[in-house]
């Protein structure tokens, strides 16, 4: 988990193999309630699934891919606002509006046992 500058809590989530129904693809339940468990704490969920990582070959891809991800939750995340949210158990939730991933920005990315640094300057790893 991570801030991004303006103070929006981000929980980037690497979904490998078990987090995912067979055929279908569908999230386990287990991960839908940690993702639920996350939004109601004000956090915005990015679930990077395994299937997508593993096709993406190059760093500055991979890099891209999750800068992508992160704006597409933080810009979902601000059309549904304050008031369709989950319940809050924070006071005073961040404001999502508007907010993007710069070229220049660092993003923490972290799961169970691994953590991953990246800016515009260095690769992503998961």
């Not at 287990?30 to 639920?36: A, E, F, G, V």
């Not at 699934?49 to 800068?67: C, F, G, L, R, T």
């Not at 924070?90 to 993003?107: A, C, L, N, T």
Request: hydrophobic residues 30%.
């Amino acid at each position: 988990t991570a801030r991004t500058a303006d103070g929006v809590l981000l929980a980037v989530e690497a979904d490998g193999p078990t987090h995912f129904r067979r055929p279908d693809r569908g999230l386990m339940g287990p991960t839908l309630h940690r993702n639920r468990a996350l939004s109601a704490r004000a956090y915005v969920v990015v679930s990077v699934p395994y299937y997508e990582w593993n096709n993406i070959q190059h760093s500055d891809a991979k890099q891209q891919y999750i800068k992508n991800k992160i704006n597409a939750a933080l810009h979902q995340a601000a059309a549904k606002g304050p008031e369709q949210q989950q319940l809050q158990l924070h006071e005073d939730p961040p404001q999502r509006h508007g907010r993007q991933v710069s070229s220049d920005s660092h993003i923490t990315i972290a799961n169970n046992t691994n953590v991953g640094r990246f800016s515009s300057s260095s690769s992503c790893s998961i």
